[in-house]
């Protein structure tokens, strides 16, 4: 009798453990599964948040594009007034919504401190934002010799129709004569009637209020200083302008041609580069032609040639700002150009050629050569 009731006990007892199994199994079972949903739900929430920073970037440059589509209506002056300006203004109205990327010029110039928001005039132009690559040409009057429509052709015909929508080619007109003003807005809309009603090509101009009292008076006009001075000043300018239009700023001169898809062989190069801690990029040797630059990083070359543009030409500032920001302190300066090509990246062949003789500044001839093109 006894042992049936061990029996029966035991019985029990391996029913209770078979139950209890299949509870735990069950349990796992429903863990796992919650386990498999939760990190389903996971994957699921980075997909939206990836969508929806997509989403982010794609009305930012959206929300660019109506910025500059606002500023240019606003800019937009009536015809009757004889005006062939969109925005004669050099201070906007306390109102308009615009970049304040100008405002540094009050930092270092001071007659500009007690201006309102400062902005170029806009000639000609469709507010294109959010593509890769701005391309600025700085212009002034050479008096009977001109370059800048044969630097356009050259610039603009050597694009496809796909590179011409990812880009803007800025010219700006840094002369105080309105009279060479009106003649290149006249040979723009005459001569490339399709980039700019495109949206490519645009025309701007630095009102004579950017510019401090002494380097607009007639003696300094011709004077070898004052005239490097304005320079550094027009090209500042020009970076600010282009910066939030592009990802990538090209600088040129008004007197250059383009090699034969150089804008393709550009494109490629910046590309393919694995590295990003690269500091500028030389497509031509000379001057400042052909030097591409991360808008991001415009700011802080335009800060370092504001803070000396009374002490040396751009292209020598240049070579400052490289040596300040690459070389480590007490190094040999030989030691430090021995590791430039990592940060101060030559292209070669150069992709650009000089073809100005007559130089702008007044009476000198400059017969510079790349030998690399």
């Known amino acids: 009798m006894k042992a049936k009731n061990v029996n029966l006990l035991f019985a029990f007892v391996a029913v209770l453990l ?36 997509n989403k982010s970037e794609n009305h930012h440059q959206d929300l660019m594009q109506v910025l500059y589509q606002m500023k240019r209506k606003a800019a937009h002056t009536t015809r009757s007034s004889g005006n062939f300006l969109e925005k004669k203004g050099s201070i906007l109205s306390q109102h308009e919504t615009l970049p304040n990327q100008f405002e540094i010029l009050k930092y270092f110039l ?19 934002a959010g593509v890769s690559f701005a391309l600025g040409i700085s212009t002034i009057n050479r008096g009977n010799h001109t370059y800048l429509k044969q630097t356009l052709t ?11 929508e990812d880009s803007v080619v800025i010219v700006s007109v840094a002369d ?24 490519v090509l645009e025309v701007i101009s630095i009102p004579t209020l950017f510019y401090p009292q002494t ?65 500028f990029i030389e497509f031509s040797v000379l001057g400042f032609i052909g030097k591409l630059f991360r808008s991001k990083d415009l700011t802080d070359f335009v800060h370092f040639f504001l ?20 070389c480590i302190s007490g190094e040999p300066v030989r030691s430090c150009l021995q590791r430039k090509k ?10 650009f ?21």
């Open 18 to 53: 078979f139950g209890f199994s299949c509870f735990c199994i069950s349990r796992m079972n429903q863990t796992n599964n919650q386990l498999i949903n939760c990190r389903n739900h996971v994957l699921e929430f980075k997909e939206i948040m990836l969508r929806l920073k």
């Open 110 to 128: 001071p007659h500009l401190r007690t201006a309102g928001k400062l902005y170029p005039a806009i000639a000609t132009s469709k507010g294109r």
């Open 342 to 351: 990592g940060f101060r990246i030559q292209y070669r062949p150069s992709l």
């Open 176 to 199: 105080t004569d309105e009279s060479y003003l009106k003649s290149v807005v006249r040979m723009v809309k005459t001569k490339f009637r399709k980039q700019v009603q495109s949206g």
């Open 215 to 279: 380097l607009l008076d007639k003696k300094t006009k011709t004077d070898s200083e004052s005239w490097q001075i304005k320079q550094v000043l027009d090209f500042c300018i020009l970076m600010l302008y282009a910066q939030p239009k592009a990802t990538y700023y090209l600088q040129l001169e008004d007197d250059i041609v383009a090699k034969k898809m150089y804008f393709t062989k550009m494109k490629d190069f910046v590309n393919s580069l694995t590295s990003k801690n690269w500091f």
């Open 307 to 326: 803070m000396f543009y009374e002490t040396k030409p751009i292209d020598i500032l240049l070579d400052d700002i490289f040596l300040i920001r690459v």
């Open 154 to 164: 050259s610039v603009l015909s050597r694009m496809t129709p796909e590179e011409e």
């Open 353 to 373: 050629q000089h073809v100005g003789t007559q130089s702008s500044f007044p009476g000198r001839e400059q017969h510079l050569k790349d030998n690399y093109y």
